[in-house]
C-alpha cells in the first residue's frame, strides 16, 4: 500500500511503540486518527501531530472500539489501514497466575484487537492493510510469560487464519512479531516481575521495518535471533 495520503488508525497511540508508529506514519505522509487509553497523553500527542482526531476508549469496551472505528471513518472519509499496537504483559508461573489477571491479558491483548480489525473491516479499502502488534513469544512461549506468550498465539492464529478469508480483497495482514525492546512496557505489567531478558531491540529499526511491510504487502515481521535481525516475510 501506498503509505503517503493513507487514511490509518492507530491504537495504542499512548504507548511507546504504537506513538512511535504514529509519528513514522505522519511523516510519511499518512492521515491520522488516533486512539489510547490516557487521554491527556493521547490529545498532547495529537496535538504534537498537527491537531490530528483522537478519542480515548478502553480496549475492553467493545462498544467504545466500534465507536472509535466510526469516528475515525467519519472524520477521514474512509479507511486505508488499521494499526493496533495495544497490550499489557504480566509475569510469574503458569500454576500461580490469577485468573483476573490472565482475563485482562486475554481480553486486551486477543479479543480487543479481534474486536476492532472486525469493527474495521467493513470500512477499509481493498488494498489496505490490518497491522497487529503479537509477538516474538508468539512462536516462542516463554517461562514465566505463559499467559502472556498464549494471548499473543492466539491473536497470531486469529490473523492467519483471517489472511486466507480476506485473500479476495488484497488486505495486507501483518502480524508483528517484535523481539524484547526497552519501551517500559515490562514495568506496567499487570503481575509479577520479569524474567532475565535480552538487550531491546531497536524500536526505531522496528517501526521502520513495519513501515516497509505495509507497503510491500507482507505478512510478518519476525526476528531472526542469530542474524539478531528482523526479517519481512
Ligand atoms: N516492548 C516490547 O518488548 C514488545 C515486544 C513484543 C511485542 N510487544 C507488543 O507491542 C505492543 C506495544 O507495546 P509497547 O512496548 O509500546 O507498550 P506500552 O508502551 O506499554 O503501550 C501499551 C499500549 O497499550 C495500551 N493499553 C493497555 N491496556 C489498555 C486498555 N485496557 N485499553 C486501551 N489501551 C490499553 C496503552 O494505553 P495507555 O498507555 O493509554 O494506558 C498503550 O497505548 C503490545 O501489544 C506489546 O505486547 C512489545
Known amino acids: 500500500m501506498e503509505i503517503q495520503g493513507a487514511r490509518v488508525l492507530v491504537s495504542g497511540a499512548t504507548g511507546v511503540l504504537g506513538g512511535a508508529l504514529a509519528r ?49 471513518t467519519a472524520a477521514l472519509g474512509g479507511l486505508d489501514a488499521l494499526v493496533v499496537a495495544s497490550g499489557v504483559v504480566a509475569f510469574g508461573p503458569a500454576a500461580d497466575a490469577d485468573d483476573a489477571v490472565t482475563e485482562e491479558l486475554f481480553a486486551v491483548n486477543t479479543l480487543a484487537p479481534m474486536s476492532l480489525v472486525r469493527a474495521a473491516l467493513p470500512q477499509l479499502s481493498d488494498g489496505g492493510a490490518v497491522v ?71 524500536q526505531q529499526a522496528l517501526v521502520d521495518t513495519i513501515l516497509e511491510g505495509m507497503r510491500a504487502g507482507k505478512r510478518e515481521v519476525a526476528y531472526d535471533p542469530k542474524a539478531g535481525e528482523l526479517v519481512l516475510r
Not at 47 to 57: E, H, R
Open 24 to 72: 513514522s506514519l505522519a511523516a510519511a505522509g499518512a492521515r491520522l486518527v488516533l486512539t489510547g487509553r490516557d487521554d491527556a497523553r493521547l490529545q498532547a500527542l495529537a496535538a504534537d501531530l498537527g491537531g490530528v482526531p483522537a478519542v480515548a476508549a478502553d480496549a475492553v469496551d467493545v462498544t467504545a472500539l466500534r465507536a472509535v472505528v466510526d469516528t475515525a
Open 132 to 202: 497487529l502488534l503479537s509477538a516474538i513469544v508468539a512462536d516462542a512461549p516463554t517461562l514465566q510469560m505463559a499467559e502472556y506468550s498464549a494471548t499473543k498465539a492466539a491473536l497470531s492464529a486469529w490473523a492467519s487464519v483471517l489472511r486466507r478469508e480476506l485473500r479476495g480483497r488484497s488486505l495486507t495482514v501483518l502480524d508483528v512479531k517484535p523481539p524484547h525492546v526497552d519501551t517500559g512496557l515490562v514495568d506496567r505489567a499487570l503481575a509479577g516481575s520479569p524474567p532475565r531478558l535480552p538487550e531491546g531491540h531497536d
